[in-house]
Every structure is written in C-alpha cells, then in structure tokens.
C-alpha cells in the first residue's frame, strides 16, 4: 500500500507516518521540511503548497492520502493536483469545527469563506470546516481533541508532567470534577490508519470519553509514581489573579471557564470508540511524556505558570 501524508515532519503526522511505515505502507511524506524531519525509512519530498502546483514534484499515484493542512487554499490545491492519483482521503481535522462550545452539539462554524485570513487563530474552526467540506464526502474527518504524549511541544499536557515529577504543593485548576477529553497521539495515529485502511468515511471525533480532571491528575501521578499535594484553586480566583485559561504564559492548562465551555470536552465518541478507538491509561502516556522530556531536554515554555508565578498564587491560596 503505497500511502502519502502530506505533512510527515512533525507530531501526529510524524506519528501517521512512523507506523504507516511499520505497518508495512511504502510512505511518502511531503512538506516544506522546516518543522522538523520526517521518520527513518521513507521517502521525502519537497514541496510547497501554498504555491500554485506545488505538489508537482510527486510522482505516482496513492492508495491512501493523509492531509494535516488547516489551510483550505492547500487542501484545494491538493485536491486538484492529486486529481486521479488519490486513492481513499483522509482529512485530519479538529473539535474546533463545532461551533457551539457551551453544549457538545453538532452544529458546525460556517465554512471560511474564500480570500479570509486562513492563518488567523479566530479563524482556525471555520477553516477547518472549509478544509473538510473540500476533501469530500468520501473523506475520512479526523475530528480530534487534544492530543498529548511524546514529541508533544505544545506543553499543555506536557505542563502536568513536568510540573507533577518536580514535586511540592501543586496548583490545580477549576474543581477535580470539571471533564477533559484527550488522546495519546500513537492511538490517533493508530486509529487513522486502521479507518483509512478500511475506508471509513464522514466525520469521527477522535478523542477518550470524558473523565474528570481529578482523574487525569490522579493517572499523571500514577504513570510518574508521585503522590502530589493538589491545592485546587476556584475558576473566580483564577480569573481575578489573571491566570489564563488553556494554554500560552500565566496559564494553567486544560482548564476552561465554566459554562461557557462546559461541551468543549464532553463529547460522545461512542461512534469511535464502535469503529475501532482505543485509549491507553494516562499513567502510560505520562511515563511515556516524562521519558521523552528527560531524553530530549525539552524545555516547557509554551504553557503552564512559571515556579515564581505558582508559588505567589499558592501563598495568596493559604
């Protein structure tokens, strides 16, 4: 099976492609080659897609096409220049389409419309849309939520496990009842290549069923064998001492407000959990996470609070 990801040098396309190549796939990755290197093993191209013909240097046809682009200009050009050559498409897409963040609905943003601002971060839900609506109704949509594990540079699961491993009191946000949704980044890849594989088509979220952010705690600190001190701080004292909400500086990540994204991470993946899902125990994915920080001298920059800003809001706590 002869499979292309477009995309290929970094995280869960990287991931696509490692096991495509396991599994046997002749594996073509395409991209700019700036983000990073593709696995060992398979073949890379050059390309660049925001330029008209771009896909050119691709030669041959495919069985399979896995496309990470939020772009809708790249997946329409894409589209046009694989025309023929695309077997089964998969358009790995996001939870973000959703428009409504209160409940967890299935309405969807209206599609970006053509000429808008494609990299601008209001727009990225209505982008991908529009990239789903361009790869067709025979396209397998990877709607996933947060993915974490290994390799993972967004620091927002990453932030736990780092900040679990140092030890002493813990700042944790909201309450331990408040739900999260995520998915290892191997079991989203394993997943997307069993459905590609099988032809599934429509969209899928792919993502764990809800659980509490106690429990997500509880299983960093089982997969790490520490017994933290959580010190859990309400979301009115989060918002008064300027603590972000998600991800970025100052922030404490996972957590939401309440209620206005009470359905962000409470959404009904029995359909892909029916079609072949499979969710390994945070306590892997963290000890996994805890070795590959270790091995990579990754730093945890991009999410979190510093140990300056956490010990300032602890003392204020008690």
Partial sequence: ??????????????????????????????????????????????????????????????????????????????????????????????????????????????????????????????????????????????RAGLIVGPEDGSDRFTYWVDRLARGGPVLAPGSPGDLVQLADVRDVAAWTLDAAEKGLAGPYDVMSSPFTRGELLAGIAEGLSVRPELVWAGQEFLTEHKVAPWAGPRSLPLWLPLPEYAGFMARDVSATLDAGLR???IADTARDTLAWLRDSGHQVTKAGLTAEEEAELLRLLT
């Fill in 1 to 142: 099976m002869r499979t292309l990801v477009l995309g290929g040098t970094r995280f869960l396309s990287k991931e696509i492609a490692r096991q495509a190549r396991d599994r046997g796939h002749e594996v073509v990755c395409a991209a700019r080659g700036q983000a990073g290197e593709p696995p060992q093993g398979v073949e890379f191209v050059r390309v660049d897609r925001a330029q008209d013909g771009g896909l050119s240097p691709l030669e041959g046809s495919f069985d399979l096409v896995i496309d990470v682009a939020r772009h809708p200009s790249m997946v329409r050009r894409a589209v046009a220049e694989l025309a023929g050559r695309a077997g089964h498409w998969t358009m790995i897409s996001t939870c973000s389409v959703y428009a409504d963040t209160h409940e967890a609905t299935q309405v969807l943003h209206e599609p970006l419309a053509p000429g808008a601002d494609e990299s601008a971060p209001e727009n990225y839900g209505p982008a991908k849309v529009a990239c789903e609506q361009i790869a067709g109704d025979a396209a397998l949509l990877v």
């Fill in 279 to 281: 969710i390994r125990p």
